[in-house]
């Protein structure tokens, strides 16, 4: 299992849990429905999964409301089944990355219901964000939680308690010197058992400032920090920089602290990664200085459109702000929050997206179904679990289109997932996308995943910076190609509608879709594609 820093150029596979196998035919994935999987995980040539929460929880939020973060919920099995999982994950020398809440707890959590009970100016109270209503009955601020509707919530003393999220999603109190001593017990817990790293939730949330000053323009922050809300670019960043509740200095002192934890395993190489979305993007690179967490994710591929100039932006950035604190950047085409990026970009795109992504510095992360090409599940709105579907009364449709189950194999719905009905439809259209079908065709996205993740091992992994051939800002075809240089490999993308004429010296090595034919002595690179050659 030893490696050195096993996590810096790896492939994470991020599971969702409920979404990825089901074992017992209750139409939701479970964790001995992961286990069982685990083979075409390793196949397919990742070195780690992340796995979404699978902790006891009421499900408001898909699990990102912990009830108890030291056990198992029973929709997804027990604690022995997360030993198990462990263990065969590291029997096939995959690691696992284990995803840690703590901005908020669920109301269901036993702090919660104990600060319900003990009343106003108890120590239990203290534990989260309880205020009296100002004298006209409103609540101490106007903030508007992120998944819409009013961010408090009046307990029937007539206090209010802080939620970002939804209304079962009370936050915490990091002043309180309680709330870490738990945390830091919650991570010895699951390090003990064997994970190898974090994913933390909201990792900017943490602290909050003003919590009793009003924003002077709560529905424009609330549309800025909404991706799906179009807006002018410098108002967004404008109003991005007045957050009040987000990326405060206060919440690097944890991660300090939760470096030497992790630090004091020796051997283990126990890593980290951040969830913060932050402005400007330069203060991301705070959460990865030496001494505070491994990675930080990079979220802007997640929304980037399929255009040389904004990737060329995203990638130069990404690695040039982590170099000054010494870190490689992280990439992300998908994940359970966002679209699927064959439905946001095309799905030839994706598939030269992801290949352009792989030969990049740094670690990759893939949402699992992604390397089958899924788009997102249609779904009526009758279907929809999402808060932000229920709190906004349906105008924001919400998450569940990235979370349908996964098809596995066999021509009709649900496609191997489950021996019941799946907790979210899996459309019949799916029948050429499971795991089954694709392995059969050697020109699926599956397949490509496959070979491209080898060879990013073999000939890239480790291989230093990028030079750029052709961009935006280098070469003459800047429009439509994008090309760098990494070790002996030379990666193309053609982001163009017609086939593309490169200089690429070398023998293909990959290409994600359609045929590279060579044409006086220069490459012709298809339309939507990407390839890479070795030299
Ligand atoms: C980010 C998670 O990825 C998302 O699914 C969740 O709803 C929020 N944090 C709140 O925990």
Same mark, same amino acid.
């Given at each position: 299992?030893?490696?050195?820093?096993?996590?810096?150029?790896?492939?994470?596979?991020?599971?969702?849990? %409920?979404?990825? !196998?089901?074992?017992? #035919?209750?139409?939701?994935?479970?964790?001995?429905?992961? =286990?069982?999987?685990?083979?075409?995980?390793?196949?397919?040539?990742?070195?780690?999964?992340?796995?979404?929460?699978?902790?006891?929880?009421?499900?408001?939020?898909?699990?990102?409301?912990?009830?108890?973060?030291?056990?198992?919920?029973?929709?997804?099995?027990?604690?022995?089944?997360?030993?198990?999982?462990?263990?065969?994950?590291?029997?096939?020398?995959?690691?696992?990355?284990?995803?840690?809440?703590?901005?908020?707890?669920?109301?269901?959590?036993?702090?919660?219901?104990?600060?319900?009970?003990?009343? %106003?100016?108890?120590?239990?109270?203290?534990?989260?964000?309880?205020?009296?209503?100002?004298?006209?009955?409103?609540?101490?601020?106007?903030?508007?939680?992120?998944?819409? &509707?009013?961010?408090?919530?009046?307990?029937?003393? &007539?206090?209010?308690?802080?939620?970002?999220?939804?209304?079962?999603?009370?936050?915490?109190?990091?002043?309180?010197?309680?709330?870490?001593?738990?945390?830091?017990?919650?991570?010895?817990?699951?390090?003990?058992?064997?994970?190898? &790293?974090?994913?933390?939730?909201?990792?900017?949330?943490?602290?909050?400032?003003?919590?009793?000053?009003?924003?002077?323009?709560?529905?424009?922050?609330?549309?800025?920090?909404?991706?799906?809300?179009?807006?002018?670019?410098?108002?967004?960043?404008?109003?991005?920089?007045?957050?009040?509740?987000?990326?405060?200095? #206060?919440?690097?002192?944890?991660?300090? $602290?939760?470096?030497?934890? !992790?630090?004091?395993?020796?051997? %283990?190489?126990?890593?980290?990664?951040?969830?913060?979305?932050?402005?400007?993007?330069?203060?991301? =690179?705070?959460?990865?200085?030496?001494?505070?967490?491994?990675?930080?994710?990079? !979220?802007?591929?997640?929304?980037?459109?399929?255009?040389?100039?904004?990737?060329?932006?995203?990638?130069?950035?990404?690695?040039?702000?982590?170099?000054?604190?010494?870190?490689?950047?992280?990439?992300?085409?998908?994940?359970?929050?966002?679209?699927?990026?064959?439905?946001?970009?095309?799905?030839?795109?994706?598939?030269?997206?992801?290949?352009?992504?792989? #030969?990049?510095?740094?670690?990759?992360?893939?949402?699992?179904?992604?390397?089958?090409?899924?788009?997102?599940?249609?779904?009526?709105?009758?279907?929809?679990?999402?808060?932000?579907?229920?709190?906004?009364?349906?105008?924001?449709?919400? %998450?569940? #289109?990235?979370?349908?189950?996964?098809?596995?194999?066999?021509?009709?719905?649900?496609?191997?997932?489950? =021996?019941?009905?799946?907790?979210?439809?899996?459309?019949?259209?799916?029948?050429?996308?499971?795991?089954?079908?694709?392995?059969?065709?050697? $020109?699926?996205?599956?397949?490509?995943?496959?070979?491209?993740?080898?060879?990013? $091992?073999?000939?890239?992994?480790?291989?230093?910076?990028?030079?750029?051939?052709?961009?935006?800002?280098?070469?003459?075809?800047?429009?439509?190609?994008?090309?760098?240089?990494?070790?002996?490999?030379?990666?193309?993308?053609?982001?163009?509608?017609?086939?593309?004429?490169?200089?690429?010296?070398?023998?293909?090595?990959?290409?994600?879709?359609?045929?590279?034919?060579?044409?006086?002595?220069?490459?012709?690179?298809?339309?939507?594609?990407?390839?890479?050659?070795?030299?």
């Amino acid at each position: 299992m030893k490696s050195a820093l096993w996590w810096k150029e790896a492939t994470i596979y991020q599971i969702y849990p %409920r979404s990825f !196998f089901d074992s017992n #035919g209750d139409g939701e994935g479970d964790l001995p429905g992961v =286990t069982s999987q685990l083979d075409y995980v390793k196949n397919l040539g990742v070195d780690a999964i992340w796995l979404s929460p699978f902790y006891t929880s009421p499900n408001k939020d898909g699990g990102y409301d912990v009830a108890n973060p030291r056990d198992v919920d029973p929709r997804f099995g027990n604690l022995d089944d997360a030993k198990e999982l462990i263990a065969q994950a590291h029997k096939r020398n995959l690691r696992v990355i284990a995803d840690i809440v703590p901005n908020h707890f669920s109301d269901q959590h036993e702090w919660f219901q104990a600060a319900l009970k003990a009343g %106003r100016g108890s120590k239990e109270r203290e534990r989260f964000h309880f205020y009296d209503a100002n004298e006209d009955g409103t609540p101490p601020n106007n903030w508007i939680s992120l998944f819409g &509707g009013p961010s408090w919530t009046q307990v029937a003393d &007539g206090q209010f308690y802080l939620h970002l999220f939804d209304s079962s999603q009370p936050d915490l109190n990091w002043e309180n010197p309680e709330v870490n001593a738990d945390f830091e017990k919650t991570l010895r817990f699951w390090i003990d058992l064997g994970v190898d &790293g974090f994913r933390i939730d909201v990792a900017h949330g943490l602290v909050k400032e003003d919590v009793l000053t009003n924003h002077p323009d709560p529905q424009g922050l609330s549309n800025a920090l909404r991706l799906d809300v179009a807006m002018d670019s410098e108002v967004r960043n404008a109003l991005l920089l007045t957050v009040p509740y987000f990326d405060r200095q #206060g919440v690097h002192e944890i991660y300090r $602290k939760w470096r030497k934890l !992790f630090d004091s395993y020796v051997g %283990r190489e126990i890593m980290a990664v951040a969830e913060a979305w932050v402005h400007p993007p330069v203060n991301a =690179t705070r959460y990865v200085r030496a001494d505070e967490l491994h990675q930080v994710f990079n !979220f802007d591929l997640l929304t980037a459109e399929f255009d040389s100039k904004v990737l060329f932006d995203v990638v130069e950035r990404s690695i040039s702000l982590n170099a000054t604190v010494n870190a490689l950047p992280t990439w992300a085409l998908s994940n359970h929050d966002s679209p699927r990026v064959a439905s946001r970009i095309g799905e030839e795109q994706a598939r030269a997206l992801a290949l352009f992504v792989f #030969g990049l510095p740094g670690s990759a992360y893939v949402f699992a179904g992604q390397e089958l090409g899924l788009p997102d599940g249609q779904l009526q709105d009758s279907d929809r679990q999402d808060p932000t579907f229920l709190r906004t009364n349906g105008q924001i449709k919400g %998450r569940d #289109g990235a979370r349908v189950p996964l098809p596995w194999s066999g021509n009709t719905t649900p496609f191997g997932f489950s =021996t019941g009905k799946p907790w979210l439809p899996i459309s019949q259209s799916w029948r050429d996308l499971t795991v089954e079908s694709e392995l059969a065709d050697p $020109k699926s996205s599956l397949h490509l995943y496959r070979n491209a993740l080898e060879l990013r $091992k073999e000939f890239l992994v480790g291989a230093g910076g990028i030079t750029w051939l052709e961009s935006c800002n280098h070469g003459s075809k800047g429009d439509s190609l994008l090309s760098y240089t990494r070790g002996g490999v030379t990666v193309v993308m053609n982001l163009s509608d017609s086939a593309n004429e490169c200089d690429a010296d070398g023998r293909l090595l990959i290409v994600s879709g359609g045929t590279v034919d060579a044409r006086d002595g220069k490459k012709v690179i298809p339309a939507r594609s990407t390839a890479w050659f070795l030299t």
